[in-house]
C-alpha cells in the first residue's frame, strides 16, 4: 500500500473554473499536497452527461489544467491528467454499475436537479455517481476533499465500496472519507443556487480586474436593500460572504457594521470586494498567463500524469477483474 495517505479529486471541464471551485476545492487540494500523496483529475466524461459543445471541450479541457497548475497543483508532487486518457475509470465504473441499486442513483439531489434542466433525462446522467466511484476506488483513495454539495454522492460510493468488498474481495476498496473545508458552499452571483460552472452565476478564477467589477456590480444582495437609505443584514448577502474569503477581517467588520447602519451603499461594498479579490486572484492569473505561453509543457504535464495515473489504474483493474472471475487475457491480445 502507498505510505502517505492518498487524496483523490475531480473537477468537470464544463465551463470555467471558479471562485466557488477554488476555495470549495481546489486550494484544499493544494494544501494537502505537503501532506497527502494527491491525485487530481479533470473529468472530461462526468462533463458529457450535461448539454456541452464538443468543439469547446478540448479548450476547456486545457484551461481547467491551466487554471488548476496556476491555482497551485505541483505536477512534480501531485498527479494532474484527464480522466479520458485512462480509460480504467470508464471500465471500473461498469463493473461498479453492477453493484449500485437503480434506486440509489434516482434519489442524488444532483440527479433531480440537473435531470430538470434536461429535455430527456439520460442514463449518464443518473450513472453520474457511480463513475465517480470508480475515480476515487481504482486509485484506493482514502481522502476526497469536495463542496458540500458531493456529499451526498460520497456517502453513495462509500456503500458501492462496501457491496463490491462484501461480494468479491473484503477490505479490497478503502471507503473513501470525504473532506470538507471552511468554504463549503459558495453562493453564485444569482443569489439563488450555489455557484455553478454550468448555471453562469460565477466569477471566474482567472477573470481580470474589470471583468470582476462587470459581475459584481449587478450581483444580488440583501433584498431588504431596496434603496441606499434602507439598511440590510450582512448575514442574508452573498457579498459580504465573499468578503469574508477575500477582505481582511478588519474589512469583514467595517463591512457587517456599514450594512447594517446602511453607512455604505452596496455598490460601494462590492468596490472594495472586486479590488479586494482581484488582488487576491493577481498571482494566479499571472502564473496561467505564463502557463498559457507554453501549451506544450501544460499537454507535457497531463501526459505524464496520465501515465502515473494508469499505472495505478491497470494494477487495481487487474486485481478487480481477478476477483470477479473474468477470463485472463493472452499477453499478445490488446489489453493495457
Ligand atoms: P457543474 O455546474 O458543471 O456541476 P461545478 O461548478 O458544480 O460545475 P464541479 O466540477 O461539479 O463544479 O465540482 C468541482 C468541485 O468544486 C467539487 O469538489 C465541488 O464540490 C466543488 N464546488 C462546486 N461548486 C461549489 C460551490 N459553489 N461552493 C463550494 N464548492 C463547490
Ligand atoms: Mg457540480
Not at 16 to 38: F, K, P, S
Not at 82 to 91: D, G, L
Not at 144 to 166: C, F, S, T, Y
Not at 327 to 332: G, K, L
Request: glycine fraction near 6%.
Amino acid at each position: 500500500m502507498h505510505a502517505m495517505a492518498r487524496v483523490f479529486s475531480g473537477i468537470q471541464p464544463s465551463g470555467e473554473l471558479h471562485i466557488g471551485n477554488y476555495l470549495g476545492a481546489v486550494r484544499n487540494w493544494v494544501a494537502l499536497q505537503d501532506t497527502h500523496e494527491c491525485v487530481i483529475c479533470i473529468v472530461d466524461y462526468h462533463a458529457i452527461t450535461q448539454a456541452y459543445e464538443p468543439a469547446l471541450l478540448e479548450a476547456r479541457t486545457f484551461d481547467m489544467a491551466v487554471g488548476l497548475l496556476a491555482a497551485g497543483i505541483d505536477p512534480d508532487r501531485s498527479v494532474l491528467f484527464v480522466q479520458s486518457h485512462v480509460p480504467e475509470h470508464t471500465e471500473l465504473s461498469w463493473v461498479l454499475n453492477t453493484v449500485t441499486p437503480i434506486g440509489e442513483l434516482e434519489r442524488m439531489t444532483q440527479f433531480k436537479d440537473k435531470a430538470q434542466r434536461q429535455e430527456s433525462v439520460l442514463a449518464g446522467l443518473l450513472n453520474y455517481p457511480v463513475l465517480q466511484a470508480a475515480d476515487v476506488l481504482l486509485y484506493r483513495a482514502d481522502l476526497v476533499p469536495v463542496g458540500e454539495d458531493q456529499l451526498q454522492h460520497l456517502e453513495l460510493m462509500r456503500e458501492i465500496a462496501r457491496k463490491w468488498n462484501a461480494r468479491f474481495a473484503e477490505n479490497f476498496f478503502p471507503e473513501p472519507q470525504a473532506m470538507v473545508g471552511q468554504a463549503r458552499r459558495i453562493p453564485g452571483l444569482d443569489g439563488e443556487a450555489k455557484m455553478s460552472k454550468s448555471l453562469g452565476n460565477t466569477v471566474g478564477l482567472l477573470d481580470p480586474p474589470e471583468r470582476i467589477w462587470e459581475l459584481l456590480r449587478p450581483a444580488k444582495t440583501d433584498p431588504a436593500r431596496v434603496t441606499r437609505k434602507d439598511p440590510g443584514d450582512p448575514e442574508k448577502c452573498n457579498i459580504y460572504t465573499l468578503h469574508q474569503y477575500f477582505s481582511p477581517p478588519e474589512t469583514v467588520r467595517h463591512v457587517a457594521s456599514q450594512c447594517r447602519s446602511a453607512g455604505w451603499g452596496c455598490l460601494d461594498c462590492k468596490r472594495v470586494l472586486a479590488d479586494n479579490m482581484a488582488a487576491t486572484l493577481a498571482p494566479i492569473r499571472e502564473r496561467a498567463e505564463a502557463l498559457k505561453a507554453e501549451p506544450e509543457r501544460v499537454r507535457e504535464i497531463l501526459g505524464d500524469g496520465a501515465e502515473r495515473a494508469a499505472t495505478i489504474g491497470r494494477e487495481t483493474m487487474r486485481t478487480v477483474r481477478a476477483a470477479m472471475g473474468l477470463m485472463p487475457a493472452r499477453e499478445v491480445t490488446l489489453r493495457r
